[in-house]
């Protein structure tokens, strides 16, 4: 099984480009089972998570081709309306195909997604909507199945801003008779993305990236061409990395806007953070004063950069608490983080966070995407080395760490054991 090793390395220095976000291209390549035709997109990062949808598109019968980030998707024709547990369950941001299908269909049978490390999270919310929209919802042998004679707007609140939720009911909507408004929408700038493309077939979105979105419903959308907007919590990672390593590295590819509780956060710390036009500059300080970090919906502080923040918290001259709104389970990396010498204590959702001199490095486990990232930026200044275990995680979301932490200067290597 390959690791990641990391070793103690010096300030990081240099400058990366950030990649393509992996939860706006996800969503949207499910979007393209709407179109009846060929979509282009662009900036699509080569991730293990594009290729797990890619290959449940094929299934339903898209033919697809993806060379130098550009991915291009005709589902002109697509045969089946069914998405079986094998594909669904390497990957939860699958159950996304299911309000497209059901706005292409009227009928549509995904097998649930599993649980998952952070948390039990339920699709109760994505029903919802599929409900309020006159559809009829079964449960059977681990299939949910919705079927309905047409998709009519409505109405509908969600009881948490989930942002699959958000983003499956836009997509069953758009082809949906008369307007749909949902209320509590999320904010996230991947629900914005989402909506361009969408609209960009020919939808009518209005709202998106405020908590209410209106969707007007057409008669059909057509194939497009869209640029993915670059992934914020990539742009997160390094730029804690920068802070951490006390740094000096330029991000290029970037969209400050979406980093705005990041930036104050990672200011509030001590850490310099300039910003240009699309590129963001970050200097880390002598020491890093502790912080207090609350994950909440966007705008709020993004649950996604948590485990790379309390990582930072570790050697804080002082204190921090750090509270978990979003997940009820998104602490699983405390553990690793205290077999490096971390001083960590959790008490449900909270975590204090003692900063200690200094981390040594260990053999750790990546226990999500997230929480392996966030142990190389731990292996990047504890002593010694440092080895990552089940990196699979890690490369489900993050394009070339191991290449771009190097080109930065840090000791960062895959191995084979
Ligand atoms: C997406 C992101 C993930 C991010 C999360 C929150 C993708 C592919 N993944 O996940 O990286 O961490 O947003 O920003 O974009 N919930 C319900 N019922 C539902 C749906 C969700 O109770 O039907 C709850 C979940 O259990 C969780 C919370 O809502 O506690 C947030 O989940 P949600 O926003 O839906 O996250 P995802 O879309 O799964």
């Known amino acids: 099984?390959?690791?990641?090793?990391?070793?103690?390395?010096?300030?990081?220095?240099?400058?990366?480009?950030?990649?393509?976000?992996?939860?706006?291209?996800?969503?949207?390549?499910?979007?393209?089972?709407?179109?009846?035709?060929?979509?282009?997109?662009?900036?699509?990062?080569?991730?293990?998570?594009?290729?797990?949808?890619?290959?449940?598109?094929?299934?339903?019968?898209?033919?697809?081709?993806?060379?130098?980030?550009?991915?291009?998707?005709?589902?002109?024709?697509?045969?089946?309306?069914?998405?079986?547990?094998?594909?669904?369950k390497k990957m939860r941001a699958s159950f996304l195909v299911m309000g497209p299908l059901l706005a292409r269909f009227n009928h549509t049978k995904i097998s649930m997604p599993g649980g998952c490390a952070i948390g039990t999270r339920p699709i109760d919310l994505h029903l919802k909507g599929f409900k309020a929209l006159g559809a009829t919802i079964e449960m059977d042998h681990g299939f949910v199945e919705a079927r309905t004679d047409s998709l009519k707007g409505n109405k509908l609140y969600l009881d948490f801003p989930s942002v699959g939720a958000t983003q499956n009911i836009m997509m069953a909507s758009v082809l949906a008779e008369g307007v749909t408004t949902i209320e509590n929408a999320a904010e996230e700038p991947?629900?914005?993305?989402?909506?361009?493309?969408?609209?960009?077939?020919?939808?009518?979105?209005?709202?998106?990236?405020?908590?209410?979105?209106?969707?007007?419903?057409?008669?059909?959308?057509?194939?497009?061409?869209?640029?993915?907007?670059?992934?914020?919590?990539?742009?997160?990672?390094?730029?804690?990395?920068?802070?951490?390593?006390?740094?000096?590295?330029?991000?290029?590819?970037?969209?400050?806007?979406?980093?705005?509780?990041?930036?104050?956060?990672?200011?509030?710390?001590?850490?310099?953070?300039?910003?240009?036009?699309?590129?963001?500059?970050?200097?880390?300080?002598?020491?890093?004063?502790?912080?207090?970090?609350?994950?909440?919906?966007?705008?709020?502080?993004?649950?996604?950069?948590?485990?790379?923040?309390?990582?930072?918290?570790?050697?804080?001259?002082?204190?921090?608490?750090?509270?978990?709104?979003?997940?009820?389970?998104?602490?699983?990396?405390?553990?690793?983080?205290?077999?490096?010498?971390?001083?960590?204590k959790i008490d449900g959702r909270s975590a204090v966070v003692n900063g200690v001199k200094e981390l040594v490095g260990a053999d750790v486990t990546a226990t999500d995407l997230r929480a392996g990232a966030a142990l190389i930026l731990c292996g990047l200044i504890a002593e010694g080395t440092t080895n990552v275990g089940e990196i699979y995680h890690i490369q489900r979301g993050y394009v070339d760490i191991d290449k771009k932490f190097r080109a930065l200067g840090g000791d960062v290597s895959i191995v084979e054991d």
Not at 26 to 48: H, Q
Not at 301 to 316: E, I, K, N, S, Y
């Open 1 to 88: 099984m390959p690791r990641i090793r990391v070793k103690k390395s010096g300030p990081l220095k240099g400058s990366i480009k950030i990649d393509g976000a992996k939860n706006a291209v996800l969503p949207i390549i499910a979007a393209t089972l709407l179109a009846n035709g060929k979509c282009v997109l662009n900036s699509v990062p080569n991730l293990r998570d594009v290729h797990v949808i890619s290959d449940l598109l094929r299934y339903l019968g898209a033919e697809i081709e993806y060379k130098d980030n550009v991915l291009t998707v005709d589902t002109s024709n697509i045969n089946t309306y069914e998405a079986p547990y094998e594909l669904v």
């Open 190 to 344: 991947e629900i914005v993305d989402l909506a361009n493309f969408l609209n960009e077939m020919g939808a009518s979105v209005r709202g998106a990236g405020t908590n209410t979105i209106k969707i007007k419903g057409v008669k059909e959308l057509h194939g497009a061409e869209h640029t993915i907007i670059p992934d914020r919590v990539e742009a997160a990672t390094y730029m804690v990395a920068a802070a951490m390593t006390k740094g000096d590295v330029v991000l290029e590819n970037v969209i400050i806007d979406h980093l705005k509780p990041v930036i104050a956060k990672l200011r509030e710390a001590d850490v310099t953070v300039e910003e240009g036009e699309n590129s963001i500059r970050v200097i880390g300080p002598e020491a890093i004063k502790p912080i207090d970090v609350k994950t909440l919906p966007h705008p709020g502080f993004p649950t996604d950069a948590q485990a790379q923040f309390m990582a930072m918290l570790t050697v804080a001259d002082g204190t921090g608490v750090v509270i978990e709104t979003v997940f009820e389970n998104r602490f699983m990396h405390v553990t690793e983080f205290n077999r490096m010498g971390a001083n960590i």
